[in-house]
């Protein structure tokens, strides 16, 4: 495996030090090869040299990001070296997913409208299974991985809110019932789900549910396994 | 249990069980009186025309013997068919246990009436029928309707385990069962390697297919799906494969020694064989698929085409003596993909019936007379035999797969899990290709086939019922994620919503495996093989009448639930916003709990849910309209509003993303002719849809935006769809040299696939991505987050 010269990639701890997906894009800084660059690899489509730094940091897996390497490339049907919306809209089983839009949406954070890829790993590490061993031997004063259940669940929450407040509304959870709940419910049902489901989470009585409540609400279930993609390894 | 089921239709079986006695009776009579022995079709009918006395004109006579046959074969089916209601009437019993052990339970009945009549059945069941007509629907009807797609993403794990899991069964079995004839004691002395080897390879042919029922209800993963699937689809080309070559070596051995050449001849035979049928199968899926290209203006004969060339394939290769089921199964497998964007969708769906119906039709005709020769003096009963028969069933299925899957996780990036081998080894289910195989063995070569033939109805009932029926709670056991009952209202919510966003998220991510060949396979589909192969103009567009059935349910939908409380929206919706803080009684919520679990959307399932006996509505295909719908009605809702985008995000996001004109073409005087063949009424199938925004008649739009219909024609969605000030020119330039995705909607074929075949036949989606990908976009995009509007139910006001 022919690698380029060696370089440390700091690139990746940027992504780490953004909590979520949503976060400020990390600034890029000069572009450089790391050890777990993938260049050479794949060169269906010359990309411009920062998307090839990958961290080993991540610790997403050779084979997993050489895997979404290919399949970035497959989704990009142009060449472009970045995902549009459209391209994402073009996985056919996406289109009739009833969260669609929204999970299309959460890979474009702030409005932006190309996806590189290591923005799209970032997104997609959310996924990767939580590995107990590394858990446990994680320095307490490191940011959390993007893959801890807090940010797994932070990434759940932002399908919700989409006004970006830091709080599913009433209406927002009635757009995400009216997303999933087939046509048969009556809109008066919808409503009174709608204002159930929030009352049941909202201890702080402000008519909405805040992250935490959120958080809270899930804390029986077990979202480290219901977040987690077993190809992201 | 399986008596439960027939209960309600017990007086139907009990009359037509004495009209099958009384023509038993009958029939009975007049065998012994015309001493026909023979019982060739043939010489029955011929013995029956001669027994008739040639005097004179009788006013009334019975000829029993003319329709024997063909009589009691159709009261058979039909009882399987009635018994098959029964017990789906019932609603628990499908659950408790899988379908052949009704269909056995039926056979076994037929065969006790006839026993008890002292009837001799008719000869339904010899070497030539079973193989040239019972055998064949029923691979047809597992090759078509096999996933393509999932499965050449494991092919190699499939044939590694089915082909030489087989061999391994066949072997492993022969030879320990070999050993254990060399003891004096049992009695086996006469019963030699090669008899046992065939024995052995027999009984390799297992049957899984019967309990992926009982997976896809406990939703085992599409991997393990896939091997099970893959496993059923191969397992008896190669048992009987292996089968015809041993007995073409018991039979030399009959006469002269067996020399090392010719084992090795049979090795390389078996290879040839293989390989050989899947060859012609492949051939014969092309020529199908090229001739259906031709077939617009007769479309009554699409069926038939798919049928008699999928037969032609099989039987030259048996004329070879190639393996036909191989090469049914890759005609099958071949042609599929083609002939289904070629053939109308009537046809489409005769092909999909008829092909089930055929199969079950063979089936129900193994399996009753499984049932009648169980019951039966015919039966030889040596109890060290069918124990040990039994016992190296499990352990050599036990050792084939946890040899071959350890051996083939080393090389998977996604092992199976211990849990999943177990799986495996606990599906080997026996059916009707064991038992046919058995039953057909030659007499004259084999001394003791009753003796095979009773150890394999013993592993066939005890893997049926017993295995088949706890297969169930040993899934379920193994699958410790149950989900609990006592969900809050939220838990439930999010739970789906994860589910949804990790289904979309895989999506995303793709299925990954055999990437390079699979593109290196799609290029080269896409340039030579759909060119040659696929009508060019396809006339009747899909798309189109897809689009009417979804205004039509829209339109039925609407009526039925959604426009009453809608209306009345406004105001109820006031009025919650007051009540807001009113609390729920227990009882309530447990009713809205109800309502999210039914009415939620499932999670979407990438193997389509498979039943052997029957076609299921697929739910996640109405499923998929609906959403579609939605996303329609929301998009249009946007529109509506003239981009008053409710839920600010910065207006960058909401970029609009129009898809460009279909044929790529940049002249606006193009688009307006194309436009303006979109005439108002919805009869004008034939032109195909282009989904566009055309940006010439601002006006028209205006006028367009009075929301007039509730079931607007397509053609409104255009010219409504324009957005006045958002730059579709810099959109269309930097979208048109997307190319390839505006192409693809010149196919619409595909398109509908995806929308309506989308959990059907799998294959392919990631082609049909595109197109229908698309149109979505092309529709859908420019409302951003149309998805933050409304429903249905909101769409008046």
């Known amino acids: ?233 | 249990m399986g008596v439960r089921g027939l209960v309600p239709f017990c007086p139907w079986n009990w009359c037509l069980l004495l009209a099958t006695l009384q023509c038993c009776g009958a029939s009975s009579e007049s065998n012994r009186s015309t001493d026909s022995s023979a019982q060739s079709e043939l010489n029955v009918r011929f013995a029956a025309a001669s027994s008739q006395p040639a005097e004179a004109i009788s006013v009334f006579t019975l000829d029993y013997d003319y329709v024997q046959i063909p009589y009691e074969v159709t009261l058979w089916i039909l009882l399987a068919s009635l018994a098959k209601i029964g017990f789906h009437l019932n609603r628990r019993l499908p659950r408790l246990m899988p379908e052949s052990c009704l269909l056995i339970l039926v056979g076994a009945l037929v065969g006790a009436v006839i026993f008890g009549t002292d009837h001799k059945s008719p000869p339904v069941m010899d070497s030539s029928i079973y193989f040239l007509y019972l055998l064949p629907p029923i691979v047809l009807e597992s090759g078509y309707f096999m996933p393509t797609r999932p499965f050449f993403e494991n092919l190699g794990s499939i044939l590694w385990w089915a082909g030489l899991g087989a061999l391994l069964n066949a072997f492993g079995i022969g030879l320990s069962l070999h050993l254990v004839c060399q003891v004096p004691a049992f009695g086996l002395g006469d019963v030699n390697l090669l008899q046992n080897l065939l024995f052995g390879s027999l009984m390799s042919a297992v049957d899984p297919v019967a309990v992926l029922a009982v997976f896809e209800e406990a939703r085992v993963n599409e991997q393990l799906h896939m091997m099970i699937f893959g496993e059923a689809l191969l397992n008896d080309g190669i048992s009987v494969v292996l089968y015809n070559i041993l007995i073409a070596f018991t039979k030399m051995h009959k006469f002269e020694g067996i020399e090392p050449v010719d084992i090795l001849a049979g090795c390389a035979r078996f290879i040839i064989v293989g390989c050989g049928g899947v060859f012609f199968g492949v051939i014969f899926g092309f020529i199908s698929a090229f001739i259906t290209r031709f077939t617009q203006n007769i479309s009554a004969i699409e069926p038939l085409i798919v049928f008699m060339f999928s037969y032609v394939s099989y039987l030259v290769a048996e004329t070879l003596y190639l393996s036909g089921i191989l090469a049914i199964t890759a005609c099958a497998v071949t042609m599929k993909k083609y002939v289904e964007e070629n053939v109308s969708q009537t046809s489409y769906t005769t092909i999909k019936y008829f092909m089930k119906m055929l199969s079950s039709v063979s089936e129900t005709l193994i399996f009753i007379f499984m049932g009648v020769s169980t019951i039966g003096k015919n039966h030889e009963w040596n109890w060290a035999f069918i124990c040990f028969t039994l016992v190296f069933c499990q352990i050599w299925r036990a050792i084939s797969v946890f040899v071959l899957f350890y051996v083939s996780n080393q090389f998977r990036t996604f092992p199976f899990s211990v849990k999943d081998q177990c799986v495996i080894f606990y599906s080997g289910v026996r059916g009707a290709g064991s038992f046919s195989l058995a039953f057909l063995l030659p007499l004259s070569l084999f001394p003791r086939k009753k003796l095979f033939v009773t150890a394999t109805l013993v592993v066939i009932y005890f893997t049926v019922f017993i295995q088949g029926i706890t297969v169930g709670p040993l899934v379920r056991y193994l699958d410790v994620r149950k989900t609990n009952k006592k969900e809050s209202i939220n838990e439930e919510l999010h739970a789906r919503l994860m589910d949804h966003l990790k289904a979309g998220v895989e999506d995303v991510c793709g299925q990954w495996s055999h990437y390079q060949v699979r593109d290196k396979f799609k290029k080269f589909d896409h340039k030579y093989l759909r060119k040659i192969l696929i009508r060019k103009n396809l006339p009747k567009s899909s798309l189109v009448s897809l689009y009417k059935k979804l205004e039509m349910k829209q339109a039925i939908e609407m009526v039925e639930s959604g426009v009453l409380s809608s209306t009345a929206f406004s105001t109820s919706h006031q009025a919650q916003r007051t009540k807001e803080t009113k609390r729920l009684s227990p009882e309530d919520v447990e009713s809205m709990r109800d309502i999210l679990t039914r009415n939620m959307y499932q999670v979407r399932q990438r193997t389509l849910s498979y039943n052997k006996y029957n076609l299921q509505p697929q739910t996640s295909e109405k499923q998929a309209k609906e959403i579609l719908i939605r996303r329609r009605n929301t998009f249009r809702e946007s529109m509506k509003k003239g981009h008053s985008l409710p839920w600010g995000k910065p207006a960058g996001t909401k970029n609009i993303r129009y898809l460009s004109f279909p044929y790529s073409s940049p002249l606006p005087a193009g688009r307006d002719m194309k436009v303006a063949e979109f005439t108002d009424h919805d009869g004008s199938d034939s032109e195909l849809p282009p989904i566009t925004f055309s940006t010439h008649s601002p006006k028209e739009s205006i006028q367009e935006r009075r929301w007039a219909p509730e079931v607007i024609p397509m053609r409104s969605l255009h010219r409504a769809a324009t957005p006045p000030h958002f730059g579709y020119r810099r959109n269309a330039s930097r979208e048109e040299h997307l190319g390839r995705g505006g192409r693809a909607i010149l196919r619409p074929k595909p398109l509908f696939h995806a929308v309506d075949e989308e959990f059907e036949s799998e294959e392919e989606s990631e082609e049909e991505a595109p197109a229908f990908g698309s149109l979505l976009s092309s529709e859908l995009r420019p409302g951003g987050d149309c998805n933050l509007s409304h429903s249905p139910l909101l769409q008046r006001k």
């Open chain 1, 1 to 233: 495996m022919p690698h380029d010269p060696p370089h440390s990639s700091p690139l990746w701890s940027s992504f780490k030090a953004t909590p979520t997906a949503w976060g400020r894009s990390p600034s890029w800084g000069l572009p450089r090869l790391g050890p777990g660059c993938l260049t050479p690899l794949l060169s269906r489509h010359p990309l411009p040299r920062r998307a090839w730094i990958l961290s080993p940091d991540e610790k997403v897996s050779q084979a997993s990001l050489r895997r979404l390497y290919d399949r970035f490339q497959a989704l990009d049907r142009t060449g472009k070296g970045y995902l549009s919306r459209l391209d994402l809209q073009q996985i056919g089983a996406l289109a009739v997913n009833p969260l669609g839009d929204r999970i299309i949406d959460s890979f474009f954070p702030d409005g932006s409208l190309r996806l590189d890829f290591p923005g799209f790993v970032r997104v997609l590490a959310h996924f990767r299974p939580v590995d107990e061993e590394e858990e446990g031997n994680r320095d307490p004063k490191e940011p959390e991985p993007l893959n801890s259940r807090m940010n797994k669940l932070r990434f759940a929450f932002q399908l919700y809110d989409l006004d970006r407040d830091g709080k599913i509304s009433r209406h927002e959870m009635l757009q995400a019932l009216r997303l999933m709940v087939g046509v048969q419910v009556t809109e008066e049902q919808l409503e009174s789900i709608a204002d159930r489901t929030v009352q049941e989470a909202d201890e702080d009585g402000d008519g909405a549910v805040s992250f935490l409540e959120f958080a809270k609400s899930l804390e029986k279930m077990n979202i480290e396994q219901k977040m987690s993609i077993r190809i992201l390894k």
